[in-house]
């Protein structure tokens, strides 16, 4: 699929900066990635081919996001874990109205503080994007997480 | 090296479809990524390094492509794991004629059924690719895998 | 952050090349990736969010990074394991004079001779680097590893 140069960069700094936002413990910053009229989903991969609706976490505009930080910063009084996001290239699939469509493949691993790593999750992206002029905003992220051991109250998003 | 951003582009894109195709069990369309006449291997560091000949999968044209793949959905009735390949940054070499040579570092993990999600290979993706206008295709891939303990009679292909 | 075109890519294949001279074990050709004027430091994460001094590694000049890699060739009389560096996309952050600010998730796997390959550690780099027409070269690279159980007394670089 045809992709302007300057989208597909645009794109991939967003999902680089996905990444780095949460990896950061800037939750904020990441919620300020999404678009006002945005979705955002957590699913197994096994879910989604058996057609099961188990959803591991769900919001469904921008406010239930902030609310879900929110609610994160007050819980916890320290981080008890680092995330560090590795994400594979773009892969563009379609152009949906406005919205670029495309996936990207993710490691996630974390780290305790005692300073050990490991793997936590592996998985896809399923991304709807905008472009406009030079800012790029996230319309829709569903996680199909292949790892299906991970707990329902996720502390931090994927 | 000078790659012309169209060439870098396609070949990004179809490195992103190789491992995305592999992980959704789409792998006729992994199949159709090949040129006719392509060489597939799956080889280890230590045996490429001690120049041994032990080579754990070889298929040298694209019907034995095909025909491996037909005989994996006529043995295995399901499929027992998941894949999820994360490819880092393609690194350009040189160009053989028409042939872009490029290298790429690959992670590959599987989920068991059960969910849990662990390291099955690391290594490196050796490739000749020819790009024609808006269709890139690989004429040789050569998997060299750090890890040396990958059954011989590899399942599915890396 | 608006970057250029070719400077994006020439900051990309740095970054590729630099992972990938490690891993091939040409630390030769991983010290000319630098400026003659650099900086390379290992840290870990925990030591810079807490402001202590901590440093695991910390090369202030280009000789002392020849110094430590020929040091490393007469220490050790074979490479006992294998890396591998897994990449994520490159995030530009900033243009500090004439050089380009930017960081990047890491992997980094070994593989032991038997063949078993297991994460090694994960992290961030943050690089200062310059473009010269073609040349990009290292100005100053930090590693920030989450995994804080790296020996002090690193074999190889990450």
Known sequence: MKVPAEVREALTALMAEYGMAIDENRLEDWVELFHEACDYKVVTRENVEQGLPNILMWCDNKNMLRDRVESYRHVNLYNPHYDRHILGPLRFIEKKGAAWCFDAAYSLFQTELEGESR????????VEALVEGD?????SVTVVADT???????ATPI
Chains 1, 2, 3 share one sequence.
């Open 148 to 154: 299906g051991l991970i707990p329902s109250l996720l």
């Open 135 to 139: 800012t790029a905003r996230l319309k």
């Open 119 to 126: 793997l936590f999750s592996v998985g896809r992206y399923r």
